[in-house]
């Protein structure tokens, strides 16, 4: 193994162990990372020799590749908190990336749809899926999803353990592992009661015919990962917006979240409630939905003020 490869394997145990890091996240750091080696060894040197000079000039290469600034950013901070764990492990003696100036990410206001479009597509689920377990479980999903304004990945792999006992309260474990704890609305609630009995029905029926094992997700998979996945609810949800009427490009499970959000704070949320419920870790993320209060203000003041027949 070369010097950068063990480089990059220790940094992203690391991640794993220190930080507890989710596995996408960790999978994109480490392709930055090779990438970054490989244009250093194209250069005849490697991490442990690069001097600022070189990483600023590999990041101007990235930007005459035409990459994203999202992406460019991201391949910094993936540099930064290499160099970071190497001065901390003794490989070197400085941090040659600390002082460097990253591109910076333009906040863009995050494509939503509005609680009509929500609706529509809440009853779409439900009339999705060739059988009637299927389409409780699609309606489920929905529900939770809008309901508790989840990642997909945290939607996916809930466990079913979470959801027993008619839950008020949903359990949710996000990035980090970090938990929290997010109300389910009432149409939530039957959806998920609903979708259990059919769920726990089958799972009976698999241990008697086929001595299956019971699975510890909430909507269980003959895959690999052993719960539906990612891309399958991402596929199933376009499916969900033809049949609802809704522009497919509109409606992705990140859509549902942003909805979720939106939706809230405009009908009088606390901008601190919704970091908590999303699980931001920090309020500066959540900012970014503050075009909803301006809009709200705008409306109050255009409607209530004194002045505003005039």
Not at 26 to 32: E, F, G, L, N, P
Not at 103 to 113: C, N, V
Not at 161 to 167: E, K, S, T, V
Not at 244 to 258: E, W
Request: aromatic share 6%; glycine share 8%.
């Amino acid at each position: 193994m070369s010097r950068d490869a063990h480089w990059i394997s220790a940094f992203a145990e690391a991640q794993l162990a220190e930080l507890g890091a989710a596995e996408n996240t960790r999978q994109s750091y480490a392709r930055d990372l090779v990438d970054f080696s490989g244009w250093l060894a194209r250069r005849d040197t490697d991490f442990a020799r690069a001097e600022r000079g070189e990483i600023e000039a590999y990041l101007v290469a990235c930007e005459a590749e035409g990459l994203a600034q999202s992406t460019r950013a991201r391949r910094l901070s993936s540099i930064r908190q290499l160099y970071r764990f190497a001065f901390e492990e003794g490989w070197r003696g400085d941090n040659p990336a600390i002082q460097i100036k990253g591109p910076g990410r333009t906040k863009r206001l995050p494509k939503t749809l509005s609680e009509e479009e929500v609706s529509r597509l809440l009853d779409a689920a439900r009339a999705t899926g060739r059988a009637a377990a299927d389409r409780q479980r699609n309606a489920c999903l929905m529900e939770l999803l809008y309901a508790t304004g989840m990642r997909v990945s945290e939607l996916v792999s809930l466990p079913v353990a979470a959801a027993r006992g008619d839950p008020r309260m949903l359990l949710i474990r996000g990035k980090g592992g970090k938990e929290r704890m997010v109300p389910l609305s009432a149409p939530a609630r039957a959806a998920l009661g609903d979708w259990l009995a059919t769920r726990d029905a089958a799972e009976v029926l698999a241990r008697r015919e086929a001595g299956a094992k019971p699975s510890a997700f909430l909507f269980p998979s003959r895959g690999r990962a052993g719960h539906f996945t990612r891309v399958g609810f991402y596929q199933l949800i376009k499916e969900i917006a033809v049949q609802a009427g809704v522009m497919p490009s509109k409606v992705t499970p990140h859509t549902l979240r942003h909805a979720f959000a939106t939706h809230l704070l405009a009908h009088g949320a606390d901008l601190r409630a919704i970091q908590t419920l999303l699980g931001h870790a920090d309020l500066s993320t959540t900012e970014i939905y503050t075009h909803v209060l301006d809009e709200r203000l705008r409306e109050l003041v255009l409607t209530r003020h004194p002045l505003a027949g005039d």
